[in-house]
């Protein structure tokens, strides 16, 4: 079965832990499209408190083309998701893997492209240091 995320838990701030992930990210390639501040969003939304929690949508425009010419409904997991949060003392980074959209496509070449990302997502993740974890 295909663990659902790639992450690691790093003892470092988490201000600090997101400008790093978005370092990691770019030197394998990624940008950072999106941003969303999930304590911020739910605690002016819904009057919630949850712990520092951001969202990076983070894109490899190769490997999203690469994707979405083999199969058109790929951009549906696009862009890659990349949590931060505050966890303790500590930080975790977790990427969905992307092996995950080979389970629910059957297109061909589709395996190729998602080994590829996952390896630049963990290396951009293992960047961080701190101790592996998958979910």
Known sequence: ???????????????????????????????????????????????????????????????????????RQVGLLLPCNVVVRADGSSTIVEAMNPQVMVGLSDAAGLAEVADRATALLQSAIMALGGDSTTA
Not at 18 to 31: I, K, N, P
Not at 32 to 54: F, G, H, N, P, W
Not at 57 to 64: E, H, S, T
């Open 1 to 71: 079965m295909t663990e659902l995320a790639i992450g690691t838990r790093v003892d470092m701030p988490f201000e600090e832990t997101v400008d790093a992930t978005r370092e990691a990210l770019a030197e394998q390639g990624f940008g950072v499209l999106t941003e969303i501040d999930m304590q911020s969003t739910l605690k002016s939304k819904i009057d919630a408190d949850i712990e520092r929690y951001v969202i990076l949508g983070a894109c490899n425009p190769q490997l999203a083309k690469a994707a979405i010419d083999t199969d």
